[in-house]
């Protein structure tokens, strides 16, 4: 069993289980496509940007070919299991081997997971979890047409700004279990979204990601919030730049009581995901030597074993006073 970065080569094979592929970032899909062939010419032509695509495979005729491609923008903590292609392939050893590579490849890029969205009704499902992958949450997707929720409402939201950063991160450690923090933490780089205010407190953030195919939008809507089916419907009536591009509403599980006014609206749900992790990497505080100052024209020794003096309980004791006694105990 061999494995190697896609080549140019290796086009036309990937070209023929086009349509056999799983594809396992919805986010991507939806906003931008699969992005299947362009992503895999791309992981060869400029690998630079963070996408990684590989096959498995072994020297005897007729074999079985698997597929795989990640993608990790630089800095993440995370990386993004795309797709698998040919799903027919999946119960064969390719797929642990494959999964092995990339996992290695997202180490080397400084990711200590790996993701995936997968149907749990699916094979993909099963062969994940026993390649050690494991669900940290669901979701589910709501698809808005263009047609539809294209009223006039209350303009409520604002765009986030710098000075939201500390609300919303205090929004999102009350509202997002501790498992989903672990995986998913809440991102260092600038807001990307839209914010609203009640009685001067922010209650409510919609995270989004914009594509020439349609508009990712994530809430996060506190339980306190008032009239939120009111302020949602006029968050997708009035979103900047929607054009006529169709808006995808992810509510993951610990949001699942916004569904009944998707439903409202009429959106069209999709089947509830698996939200899957595998971790690849353990991270550590990196340990640095120091140098001790001169004190009263002495010269210490770079290495002194600070951390080994050591004083023993009954000495620590007789050197107390009553009122460390108080502080210690």
Known sequence: MKVRPFDWRDLSALHRVRDQSVYLHSALVLTRGPLLIPGALLSTLAPGMGIYTSISFNDQPQSIQLFG?????????????????????????????????????????????????VDERTLAFEMLRQAGFAIYARQRIWRLKDDQANGEGPLSWQTATERDLIAVRSLYNNLIPGLVQQVEPFPAERLRGLVYRQGGDLLAYVELKYGHRGIWAQPFIHPDAENVAENLIALLSNLP?????????????????????????????????????????????????????????????????????????????????????????
């Open 69 to 117: 491609q990640i993608i990790h923008a630089a800095g993440a903590q995370c990386a993004q299991l795309t797709f698998l292609s040919p799903d027919e392939a999946l119960e064969s050893e390719h797929l642990q081997v494959l999964l092995e590579h990339l996992s290695s490849q997202a180490v080397e890029r400084g990711a200590f997971r790996l993701l995936a969205d």
């Open 241 to 329: 730049h929607r054009v006529s591009r169709p808006v995808y509403m992810c509510l993951r599980s610990y949001q699942s009581w916004l569904e009944p006014t998707m439903e409202h609206v009429g959106a069209e749900p999709s089947p509830r995901q698996a939200m899957m992790v595998r971790h690849v990497a353990i991270p550590q505080k990196a340990l640095r030597a120091f140098t001790l100052p001169a004190i009263e024209g002495g010269h210490p020794e770079a290495t002194a074993p600070i951390s080994r003096a050591r004083v023993s309980q009954s000495e620590a004791v007789k050197s107390t006073t009553p009122q460390m006694e108080k502080q210690l105990f």
